[in-house]
T-cell receptor, first 114, second 117 residues
Framework: NAGVTQTPKFRVLKTGQSMTLLCAQD?????MYWYRQDPGMGLRLIHY???????AKGEVPDGYNVSRLKKQNFLLGLESAAPSQTSVYFC?????????????FGPGTRLTVL | AQKVTQAQTEISVVEKEDVTLDCVYE???????LFWYKQPPSGELVFLIR??????QNEISGRYSWNFQKSTSSFNFTITASQVVDSAVYFC??????????????FGKGTKLTVNP
Protein backbone atom coordinates (compact mmCIF):
# COMPACT_ATOMS: atom_id res chain seq x y z
CA ASN A 1 0.00 0.00 0.00
CA ALA A 2 1.22 3.47 -0.88
CA GLY A 3 -0.87 5.04 1.89
CA VAL A 4 -1.49 8.74 1.24
CA THR A 5 0.32 10.33 -1.68
CA GLN A 6 0.46 13.95 -2.77
CA THR A 7 1.28 15.47 -6.12
CA PRO A 8 3.35 17.57 -6.68
CA LYS A 9 5.98 17.66 -3.92
CA PHE A 10 7.15 21.17 -4.73
CA ARG A 11 5.70 24.03 -6.75
CA VAL A 12 6.48 27.67 -7.36
CA LEU A 13 3.70 29.92 -8.60
CA LYS A 14 3.41 33.55 -9.52
CA THR A 15 0.72 35.67 -7.93
CA GLY A 16 -2.56 35.15 -9.73
CA GLN A 17 -1.74 31.76 -11.19
CA SER A 18 -3.91 28.76 -10.46
CA MET A 19 -3.05 25.21 -9.59
CA THR A 20 -4.47 21.99 -8.22
CA LEU A 21 -2.93 19.75 -5.60
CA LEU A 22 -3.85 16.09 -5.78
CA CYS A 23 -4.18 13.77 -2.82
CA ALA A 24 -4.74 10.06 -3.26
CA GLN A 25 -5.21 7.29 -0.72
CA ASP A 26 -5.45 3.55 -1.24
CA UNK A 27 -6.75 2.59 2.21
CA UNK A 28 -10.45 2.91 1.35
CA UNK A 29 -10.78 5.71 3.89
CA UNK A 30 -14.00 7.68 4.06
CA UNK A 31 -12.70 10.98 5.39
CA MET A 32 -10.04 13.14 3.83
CA TYR A 33 -8.55 16.47 4.91
CA TRP A 34 -6.38 19.30 3.63
CA TYR A 35 -4.19 21.23 6.07
CA ARG A 36 -1.67 23.97 5.74
CA GLN A 37 1.36 24.26 7.97
CA ASP A 38 3.01 27.60 8.58
CA PRO A 39 5.90 28.36 10.96
CA GLY A 40 4.68 28.71 14.51
CA MET A 41 1.06 28.02 13.54
CA GLY A 42 0.82 24.26 13.67
CA LEU A 43 -1.54 22.59 11.23
CA ARG A 44 -4.72 24.38 10.26
CA LEU A 45 -7.60 22.70 8.52
CA ILE A 46 -8.55 24.13 5.13
CA HIS A 47 -11.32 21.82 3.90
CA TYR A 48 -12.37 18.29 4.54
CA UNK A 49 -14.60 15.60 3.11
CA UNK A 50 -16.64 12.93 4.82
CA UNK A 51 -17.30 10.96 1.68
CA UNK A 52 -17.36 10.95 -2.09
CA UNK A 53 -19.15 14.00 -3.40
CA UNK A 54 -19.20 15.88 -0.07
CA UNK A 55 -16.94 18.63 1.20
CA ALA A 56 -16.96 21.07 4.10
CA LYS A 57 -15.03 24.14 5.20
CA GLY A 58 -12.40 24.03 7.86
CA GLU A 59 -10.71 26.77 9.81
CA VAL A 60 -9.02 28.61 6.92
CA PRO A 61 -10.99 27.92 3.70
CA ASP A 62 -10.75 31.30 1.97
CA GLY A 63 -8.93 31.25 -1.36
CA TYR A 64 -9.22 27.47 -1.75
CA ASN A 65 -11.68 25.09 -3.33
CA VAL A 66 -11.86 21.32 -3.13
CA SER A 67 -13.50 18.42 -4.86
CA ARG A 68 -13.96 14.76 -4.04
CA LEU A 69 -15.30 13.14 -7.17
CA LYS A 70 -13.79 9.77 -6.32
CA LYS A 71 -13.46 8.25 -2.87
CA GLN A 72 -9.73 7.81 -3.19
CA ASN A 73 -8.93 11.33 -4.40
CA PHE A 74 -9.23 14.76 -2.80
CA LEU A 75 -8.22 17.79 -4.85
CA LEU A 76 -7.27 21.20 -3.48
CA GLY A 77 -7.47 24.13 -5.88
CA LEU A 78 -6.06 27.61 -5.75
CA GLU A 79 -7.86 29.76 -8.30
CA SER A 80 -5.71 32.87 -7.95
CA ALA A 81 -2.63 32.27 -5.84
CA ALA A 82 -1.46 34.89 -3.36
CA PRO A 83 1.85 35.15 -1.46
CA SER A 84 -0.10 34.46 1.76
CA GLN A 85 -0.74 30.97 0.43
CA THR A 86 2.94 30.12 0.54
CA SER A 87 2.93 27.15 2.86
CA VAL A 88 3.38 23.43 3.22
CA TYR A 89 0.18 21.58 2.44
CA PHE A 90 -0.65 18.23 3.95
CA CYS A 91 -3.38 15.84 3.00
CA UNK A 92 -4.68 13.28 5.47
CA UNK A 93 -7.23 10.53 5.55
CA UNK A 94 -8.95 8.45 8.16
CA UNK A 95 -11.29 5.52 8.23
CA UNK A 96 -14.06 7.62 9.74
CA UNK A 97 -16.76 5.94 11.81
CA UNK A 98 -15.58 7.51 15.04
CA UNK A 99 -13.24 10.19 16.41
CA UNK A 100 -10.82 7.60 17.73
CA UNK A 101 -9.28 6.79 14.37
CA UNK A 102 -5.94 8.38 13.72
CA UNK A 103 -5.31 10.37 10.59
CA UNK A 104 -2.74 9.20 8.09
CA PHE A 105 -0.78 11.97 6.44
CA GLY A 106 0.79 12.42 3.05
CA PRO A 107 4.38 13.65 2.64
CA GLY A 108 3.34 17.26 2.01
CA THR A 109 3.56 19.75 -0.84
CA ARG A 110 5.76 22.80 -0.46
CA LEU A 111 4.18 25.71 -2.33
CA THR A 112 5.82 29.07 -2.86
CA VAL A 113 3.86 31.96 -4.33
CA LEU A 114 5.98 34.82 -5.61
CA ALA B 1 -14.48 25.86 20.93
CA GLN B 2 -11.81 23.24 21.15
CA LYS B 3 -8.31 24.45 21.78
CA VAL B 4 -4.92 22.84 22.26
CA THR B 5 -2.03 24.71 23.82
CA GLN B 6 1.59 23.64 23.63
CA ALA B 7 3.29 26.38 25.58
CA GLN B 8 6.81 25.18 24.85
CA THR B 9 7.79 26.42 21.41
CA GLU B 10 11.28 24.94 21.43
CA ILE B 11 13.20 22.68 23.79
CA SER B 12 16.84 21.76 23.57
CA VAL B 13 18.37 18.92 25.60
CA VAL B 14 21.52 16.87 25.64
CA GLU B 15 21.34 13.24 24.69
CA LYS B 16 20.24 10.89 27.51
CA GLU B 17 18.34 13.62 29.32
CA ASP B 18 14.66 13.09 30.05
CA VAL B 19 12.30 15.64 28.54
CA THR B 20 8.58 16.35 28.97
CA LEU B 21 6.45 18.04 26.35
CA ASP B 22 3.38 19.75 27.73
CA CYS B 23 -0.09 19.75 26.21
CA VAL B 24 -3.14 21.47 27.67
CA TYR B 25 -6.52 21.26 26.01
CA GLU B 26 -9.96 22.84 26.24
CA UNK B 27 -13.20 21.15 25.29
CA UNK B 28 -16.83 21.05 26.33
CA UNK B 29 -17.28 17.51 25.10
CA UNK B 30 -17.40 14.70 27.62
CA UNK B 31 -16.15 12.20 25.07
CA UNK B 32 -13.05 13.14 23.16
CA UNK B 33 -9.74 11.79 21.97
CA LEU B 34 -6.25 13.15 22.27
CA PHE B 35 -3.37 12.39 19.96
CA TRP B 36 0.34 12.97 19.67
CA TYR B 37 2.09 13.16 16.31
CA LYS B 38 5.78 13.43 15.50
CA GLN B 39 7.17 15.40 12.57
CA PRO B 40 10.86 14.58 12.02
CA PRO B 41 13.08 16.83 9.89
CA SER B 42 12.06 14.84 6.82
CA GLY B 43 8.63 16.44 7.15
CA GLU B 44 6.12 13.62 7.34
CA LEU B 45 3.70 13.36 10.27
CA VAL B 46 3.79 10.16 12.24
CA PHE B 47 1.06 9.04 14.62
CA LEU B 48 2.38 8.20 18.09
CA ILE B 49 -0.53 7.64 20.43
CA ARG B 50 -4.26 8.06 20.98
CA UNK B 51 -6.05 8.38 24.31
CA UNK B 52 -9.78 8.61 24.98
CA UNK B 53 -11.30 10.79 27.67
CA UNK B 54 -12.41 7.85 29.79
CA UNK B 55 -9.01 6.26 30.09
CA UNK B 56 -6.70 8.12 32.44
CA GLN B 57 -4.17 5.36 32.75
CA ASN B 58 -0.67 6.40 31.89
CA GLU B 59 0.87 4.65 28.93
CA ILE B 60 4.44 3.61 28.34
CA SER B 61 5.94 2.50 25.07
CA GLY B 62 9.66 1.96 25.28
CA ARG B 63 11.27 5.30 26.09
CA TYR B 64 7.99 7.14 25.53
CA SER B 65 5.34 7.69 28.16
CA TRP B 66 2.18 9.74 28.32
CA ASN B 67 0.44 11.22 31.33
CA PHE B 68 -3.24 12.08 30.89
CA GLN B 69 -4.91 14.08 33.67
CA LYS B 70 -8.49 15.21 33.14
CA SER B 71 -8.40 17.30 36.32
CA THR B 72 -5.83 19.60 34.76
CA SER B 73 -6.85 19.01 31.11
CA SER B 74 -3.35 17.92 30.29
CA PHE B 75 -1.85 15.18 28.15
CA ASN B 76 1.90 15.38 28.59
CA PHE B 77 4.51 13.38 26.73
CA THR B 78 7.80 12.29 28.28
CA ILE B 79 10.82 10.93 26.47
CA THR B 80 13.23 9.09 28.74
CA ALA B 81 16.93 8.96 27.90
CA SER B 82 16.47 11.10 24.80
CA GLN B 83 18.36 10.32 21.62
CA VAL B 84 19.35 12.44 18.63
CA VAL B 85 16.73 10.60 16.55
CA ASP B 86 14.04 12.06 18.81
CA SER B 87 14.73 15.49 17.36
CA ALA B 88 11.48 16.55 15.73
CA VAL B 89 8.45 18.75 16.08
CA TYR B 90 5.80 17.14 18.24
CA PHE B 91 2.13 17.98 17.90
CA CYS B 92 -0.65 17.37 20.36
CA UNK B 93 -4.16 17.20 18.87
CA UNK B 94 -7.74 16.95 20.06
CA UNK B 95 -10.58 15.41 18.12
CA UNK B 96 -13.82 17.27 17.72
CA UNK B 97 -17.02 16.54 15.88
CA UNK B 98 -17.67 18.60 12.80
CA UNK B 99 -20.40 18.76 10.20
CA UNK B 100 -22.65 15.74 10.13
CA UNK B 101 -20.84 14.15 13.05
CA UNK B 102 -17.58 14.02 11.20
CA UNK B 103 -14.37 14.09 13.10
CA UNK B 104 -11.79 16.83 12.89
CA UNK B 105 -8.52 17.31 14.66
CA UNK B 106 -7.51 20.53 16.36
CA PHE B 107 -3.73 20.76 16.57
CA GLY B 108 -1.51 22.61 18.96
CA LYS B 109 1.21 24.74 17.44
CA GLY B 110 3.85 22.15 18.11
CA THR B 111 7.00 21.87 20.21
CA LYS B 112 10.32 21.64 18.44
CA LEU B 113 12.62 19.28 20.30
CA THR B 114 16.33 19.29 19.57
CA VAL B 115 18.45 16.58 21.13
CA ASN B 116 22.13 17.40 20.97
CA PRO B 117 24.83 14.71 21.09
Amino acid sequence: NAGVTQTPKFRVLKTGQSMTLLCAQDMNHEYMYWYRQDPGMGLRLIHYSVGEGTTAKGEVPDGYNVSRLKKQNFLLGLESAAPSQTSVYFCASTLGQGPYNEQFFGPGTRLTVL
Amino acid sequence: AQKVTQAQTEISVVEKEDVTLDCVYETRDTTYYLFWYKQPPSGELVFLIRRNSFDEQNEISGRYSWNFQKSTSSFNFTITASQVVDSAVYFCALSELGQGGSEKLVFGKGTKLTVNP
